[in-house]
């Protein structure tokens, strides 16, 4: 299947909170704030520092999305990146689109010199694994923990 991958704006904050909603939903995530996100988007959208997203697009037409964080590790010498959010509508999952999409962020992170790419799957979820799995991702065999600091 034919897509691209357009750079996030502005002004596809809209498109974003519809798509980010729906892939909530569908994982079972509890909450869906949309001033959170709104404020977040707009903030990883008008700091390149932090990250970047794109619009997973077909015909034009947004059928996902994916968000890449930025970081630093000297585990893997130098910059990182982290895979924070990919969603890809279910009506065109199982047609290639997740590995393009897993080739282009490669492209995108090689060519900003980053060391590292990671992303985090629900252990139920054992398709997904699988597919990580296929497109060259291991298991580091460590639990990712966290500490939410502002309970806004």
Known sequence: MNINFKAGENNDVETLLVLIQEFYQL?????????????ALIQ????????????????NQAI???ILSFGYSLEYGGR????DEI?????????????QTIKFLEEVCISLN?????????RE???????????????????LMTKKLNQS
């Open 125 to 143: 979820n054992t398709s997904a694994q699988n597919f990580y799995h296929r497109v060259g991702f291991k298991d580091s065999d460590r639990y």
């Open 80 to 83: 990182d990146a982290f895979i």
């Open 27 to 39: 994982d079972g995530y509890l909450s869906f704030n949309a001033v959170v996100v709104r404020h």
């Open 64 to 66: 996902g999305y994916v």
């Open 87 to 99: 969603y890809i509508n279910p009506a065109y999952q199982g047609q290639g689109i997740g590995k």
């Open 44 to 59: 990883l959208l008008n700091e390149e520092s932090i990250g970047r997203i794109w619009l997973i697009q077909h015909q």
């Open 114 to 122: 980053i060391q590292a790419l990671h992303l985090e799957v629900e």
